[in-house]
């Protein structure tokens, strides 16, 4: 009789084990997926930061930079979001050094990878003098 529920198990087992990998499988799905949506979007809002900066705060750079603000702020990690207030308020300051800014913006951007790469050895002093653009 024990035989009998041998195949009843095994079948059960299996469902239960296809529906774990399942679950797993788009749980992992999900992470990559925003992952790959952050890495785009984090181009684009520093993209951004270089565009109002090379247009002298022109109107139509600034209206994407807020845009691309308000989308790191949605989609963005809590220290990327973090990061990305510390550059906007100093760059507010109309005092702030070039090298703050380029400090702030560098921390920004470790921060930044960070959130999208498993490892990246680089830290926000070294990213600091490598910086394509300049404050």
Known sequence: MSID??????????????AATYA???????QVSLIEDRRSLYRDFIISIVDV????NGATEIGKYKRKLVEVHLFGSDEV???????TCL???????PSDKAAKFAFLEAAMRRDCYE?????AQELQT????TF
């Open 5 to 18: 529920w041998v195949p009843l198990l095994v079948t059960a087992l299996s469902v239960v084990g296809a």
């Open 24 to 30: 797993y499988q788009r749980r992992v799905d999900r």
């Open 53 to 56: 900066a090379e247009s002298n």
């Open 81 to 87: 979001i973090r990061a990305t207030a510390d550059f």
């Open 91 to 97: 760059n507010q300051i109309k005092t702030s050094s």
């Open 119 to 123: 490892s990246t050895d680089i830290d």
């Open 130 to 133: 490598m910086l394509p653009v």
